[in-house]
């Protein structure tokens, strides 16, 4: 059973920076493209970053180009967002996702693996 534990959130002021880890388990963490997706109240779910399975690709979000950068460590099984310059909207709960297949796709249904969320909340 795949697993997916995002950790790092918290409460960061306006122009600061934060990085979100999430760990995974239960299949071959290499053979998986990985994602960020954010949430924010009454939103609907928007892509952040993905990174495919050998990080020899990488693509963003058009909000969060040139701030945010995507990597993964495939010994520790873990993808990381390193958010750089944060604003207030960036505000949103942010859940890593596990792809269908070695690509990374900016789309919520190329990924069948889902964390629990955790929250980055951006004062100004």
């Known amino acids: 059973q795949v697993q997916l534990v995002e950790s790092g959130g918290g409460l960061v002021q306006a122009g600061g920076s934060l990085r979100l880890s999430c760990a995974a388990s239960?299949?071959?963490?290499?053979?998986?493209?990985m994602s960020w997706f954010r949430q924010a109240s009454g939103k609907e779910r928007e892509f952040v970053a993905a990174i495919s399975a050998s990080s020899t690709s990488a693509d963003f979000g058009d909000s969060v180009k040139g701030r945010f950068t995507i990597s993964r460590d495939n010994a520790k099984n873990t993808v990381y967002l390193q958010m750089n310059a944060l604003k207030p909207e960036d505000t949103a709960v942010y859940y890593c996702?596990?792809?269908?297949?070695?690509?990374?796709?900016?789309?919520?249904?190329?990924?069948?693996?889902w964390g629990q969320g955790t929250q980055v909340t951006v004062s100004s």
């Open positions: 239960g299949r071959t963490f290499s053979n998986y493209a």
């Open positions: 996702a596990q792809g269908r297949t070695r690509w990374a796709r900016r789309t919520r249904w190329e990924y069948d693996y």
